[in-house]
């Protein structure tokens, strides 16, 4: 008892040591904490910074010590993978965003800009059916996620996958509140082309029809519906969604001029093709196409007089053609008639000067009179040759 009471003091003392020491170490644990994480939180804000200077490797540095010292900083790796993945380290990015998809603390926003980021991912190493699966789900959180949509039907059209494109378009143009009904006819057209790719020419045949439901001026898809027509034999057919183009966009008219030649001389019924040009002619009588392809007609006939005549009715329609004039060159030089070669000749001669730029985009056929890096038309960048 007495060596109790002796030592009491002694074990108060202790204990009160120990649990100041304890304290203070506690105390410093929180603080360190907290400057750490505060620490942190301006390196986040320095990152934050840098990205929008478009520093990156500042940002990356800073990102990089921001998951060092506060490892619930979602946003921070979401972050940092991305970095990876722009640097050409997809793996690191897939790695990264990967283990952030089993964090369930995650909010939808968040989620959203994972689902994102991983769909970036798939996309760079070319992971088309991965980078689908994110986009869709990513859509199934958002049904009006434009930036999905959109990115969706990128991979469709990659995929050649024309059907799910077309549904896709559709949803984007409801979403925007946009309608194009002649770029739709163009994915009918396309699935048509995937039938007809497998002879399944009937199959084809019904969507380039549908094609035409959306647009009555669908080029391609009258073209094409003659072509399955013809691929079975069924030449009449095929003469009839031919001769329908020529009617509803007579200025692509000249598009169907070599089909129609074909099948009608295979048919025999030569005499028709030169109808076809008057009948043409007689609804729209300056299409310089039908005249050219007239006169040349006229010439192997033998009918010299009525090709000069088209030719200079060409001529008059438009005088710089170089093409009308050198047919007539040809046809007075059978006809022997040096003069009036000599003389057409100086004018196409004097007439050579240099074109005024045309500049044509390799992806839509858009013409500009002056240079331009990005497509006004179909939005490519750098598809404009001269
Ligand atoms: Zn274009």
Same mark, same amino acid.
């Given at each position: ?68 010292? /506060?490892?619930?900083?979602?946003? @921070? #790796? &979401?972050? +940092? %993978? $991305?970095? *990876?993945?722009?640097? !050409?380290?997809?793996?690191? =990015? ?120 959306? /647009?009555?001026?669908?080029?391609? @898809? #009258? &073209?094409? +519906? %003659? $072509?399955? *027509?013809?691929?079975? !034999?069924?030449?009449?057919? =095929? ?148």
């Amino acid at each position: 008892m007495k060596f109790y009471i002796e030592e009491f003091p002694l074990l108060v003392l202790t204990l009160i040591c120990v649990a100041a020491i304890l304290i203070v170490a506690i105390l410093l644990i929180v603080r360190y904490r907290r400057s750490q994480r505060l620490r942190s939180a301006g390196s986040y804000v320095e990152a934050l910074k840098d990205l929008i200077r478009g520093d990156e490797e500042s940002a990356f540095r800073h990102l990089k010590r921001v998951v060092k010292e /506060d490892t619930a900083n979602t946003d @921070a #790796y &979401l972050k +940092l %993978g $991305d970095i *990876f993945r722009r640097r !050409g380290e997809v793996v690191r =990015a897939l790695q990264i965003h990967r283990q952030l998809t089993v964090r369930n603390d995650l909010n939808t926003r968040t989620r959203m800009e994972l689902l994102k980021s991983l769909a970036l991912d798939y996309m760079e190493s070319n992971k088309n059916e991965q980078a689908i699966a994110k986009l869709k789900e990513l859509i199934s959180l958002d049904k009006k996620d434009l930036w999905g949509h959109q990115q969706l039907l990128r991979q469709f059209e990659r995929q050649k996958d024309w059907s799910q494109a077309l549904s896709a378009q559709e949803t984007i143009f409801k979403i925007t509140g946009q309608k194009d009904d002649s770029l739709l006819a163009l994915y009918e057209v396309q699935i048509g082309h995937k039938w007809a790719d497998q002879k399944e020419f009937h199959k084809a045949r019904l969507k380039y029809k549908d094609a035409l439901r959306r /647009d009555r001026l669908c080029v391609p @898809a #009258y &073209l094409d +519906l %003659g $072509d399955a *027509f013809q691929q079975e !034999g069924r030449l009449d057919e =095929a003469l009839e969604s031919w001769k329908e183009l020529l009617q509803k966009v007579p200025e692509k008219a000249y598009l169907a001029f070599e089909r129609l030649e074909r099948v009608l001389y295979e048919k025999g019924q030569f005499g028709e093709v030169a109808k076809i040009y008057r009948d043409l002619l007689e609804r729209d009588p300056d299409n310089l196409r039908a005249l050219l392809a007239l006169a040349t007609l006229y010439d192997k006939k033998g009918n010299l007089d009525e090709a000069i005549r088209t030719c200079q009715r060409a001529l008059q329609v438009d005088a710089t053609s170089h093409v009308a004039r050198q047919l007539l060159v040809k046809f007075y030089q059978q006809r022997g008639d040096q003069a009036k070669v000599m003389e057409n000749l100086e004018t196409l001669i004097n007439s050579a000067q240099v074109t005024p730029n045309r500049f044509l985009c390799r992806n839509c056929g858009h013409e500009s009179q002056e240079p331009l890096w990005r497509c006004p038309h179909c939005d490519q960048w750098r598809t404009y040759i001269p």
